[in-house]
């Protein structure tokens, strides 16, 4: 009898995976990265902090796209990463540590985000994108000056 070929990743490591793709493409600025991560579907979502709801692949890409070319550089760190895994559907409770750097300067924040992944066909792609800022919080490593 032949053994059953072994798994090398878990679900939850394959959404941990592309939880990760999907914070390297926001730090590349590359909408390319982008697309890869996402389902190109009428019934994605994505929240941008500060954002209204924005509903269906293309304004979603047309948001990253906007962002993209509004910033010179973004790094984002996750931390308190909670990964659940529920059949094809897979949620990540993150907080996001985001440092923005635009022409004038910079700034910090720390925001919630809650990541929603579907499974088709095998594949995990992100089907929902959730944050809300957490105000008066800094990442770690940064100071609030004083005036």
């Given at each position: 009898m032949t053994p059953a070929p072994t798994r090398l990743e878990t679900d939850e490591d394959e959404v941990l995976a592309i939880n990760l793709a999907f914070y390297r493409a926001i730090e590349s600025l590359d909408l390319s990265q982008m697309?890869?991560?996402?389902?190109?579907?009428?019934?994605?979502?994505?929240?941008?902090p500060g954002w209204d709801l924005i509903c269906g692949w293309e304004d979603i890409l047309e948001s990253w796209a906007g962002i993209f070319r509004s910033t010179a550089r973004l790094r984002v760190t996750i931390s308190r990463t909670i990964v659940h895994v529920l059949g094809d559907a897979a949620w990540v409770s993150c907080i996001e540590n985001v440092t923005s750097t635009y022409e004038s300067g910079f700034e910090t924040a720390m925001i919630e985000a809650t990541n929603i992944f579907a499974r088709r066909q095998g594949v995990w792609r992100m089907a929902h994108h959730h944050t809300t800022p957490l105000p008066g919080r800094l990442p770690s490593g940064t100071s609030r000056s004083v005036q």
């Open positions: 697309e890869a991560v996402w389902w190109h579907e009428d019934w994605v979502n994505c929240l941008h």
